[in-house]
């Protein structure tokens, strides 16, 4: 069993930034894919960026790239999402999630969820 906690959502301004964090217990971070998710009210989860288990691949969706950054410190069981220029178009709850085994492209595949965190983007 694996326990995800996210934290670092909040309100900001069109332009701000955010660092949203997750951190991991109850398995072997270092053997996960972790991705982070979001979903708006009415719209189907979407992947933002996920990142190999060593970091050494990642993945970000084209609506985030140039904007967002995934990192991962395996020694402290943590996975971090730094998103600048935010746009209202982000106003989303964020999850992040583990994948144990196989391939991660979709949410179907993730075996672990946290309880998410609330981004908010005012224009």
């Known amino acids: 069993q694996v326990q995800l906690v996210e934290s670092g959502g909040g309100l900001v301004q069109t332009g701000g930034s955010l660092r949203l964090s997750c951190t991991a217990s109850?398995?072997?971070?270092?053997?996960?894919?972790m991705g982070w998710f979001r979903q708006a009210p009415g719209k189907e989860r979407e992947s933002v960026a996920r990142i190999s288990r060593s970091g050494d691949t990642i993945y970000y969706a084209d609506s985030v790239k140039g904007r967002f950054t995934i990192s991962r410190d395996n020694g402290k069981n943590t996975v971090y999402l730094q998103m600048n220029s935010l746009k209202p178009e982000d106003t989303a709850v964020y999850y992040c999630a583990a994948n144990l085994a196989g391939p991660a492209w979709s949410a179907r595949a993730y075996d672990y969820w946290g309880q998410g965190t609330q981004v908010t983007v005012s224009s």
């Open positions: 109850g398995g072997t971070f270092s053997s996960y894919t």
